[in-house]
């Protein structure tokens, strides 16, 4: 069983950053593919960021690109999300998830992560 704990939410104003982080625990966390998703209020949750197993390859949603960064820590079994230049529509809560897939380019298909953190709250103000 794979345990996923986010952490580093928070309310900020629009401009600000933050950076999220999210700890794995019950198996081999440096194996697999991680993704950070979200959903704010009344929208379905989507892709924002997903890093490979080794953190060589990345990929990032067009509305986050340029903004937003995807990194991971394989000996501290943690995965990060860099925020910068926040809008108030990345207003969201925020999910980290773990990917069942072990390959080159990371999945951002949401159906290919099978474990899912309790989110984390990221309010930004205008």
């Known amino acids: 069983q794979v345990q996923l704990l986010e952490s580093g939410g928070g309310l900020v104003q629009a401009g600000d950053s933050l950076r999220l982080s999210c700890a794995a625990s019950?198996?081999?966390?440096?194996?697999?593919?991680m993704g950070w998703f979200r959903q704010a209020p009344g929208k379905e949750r989507e892709f924002v960021a997903a890093?490979?197993?080794?953190?060589?390859?990345?990929k990032l949603s067009d509305s986050v690109k340029g903004r937003f960064t995807i990194s991971r820590d394989n000996g501290k079994n943690t995965v990060y999300l860099q925020m910068n230049s926040l809008k108030p529509e990345d207003t969201a809560v925020y999910y980290c998830?773990?990917?069942?897939?072990?390959?080159?380019?990371?999945?951002?298909?949401?159906?290919?992560?099978?474990?899912w953190g309790q989110g984390t709250q990221v309010t930004v103000s205008s």
């Open positions: 019950g198996r081999t966390f440096s194996s697999h593919t």
């Open positions: 998830a773990e990917s069942w897939r072990i390959e080159v380019n990371p999945t951002t298909r949401e159906y290919d992560y099978n474990y």
């Open positions: 890093i490979n197993w080794s953190g060589g390859s990345t």
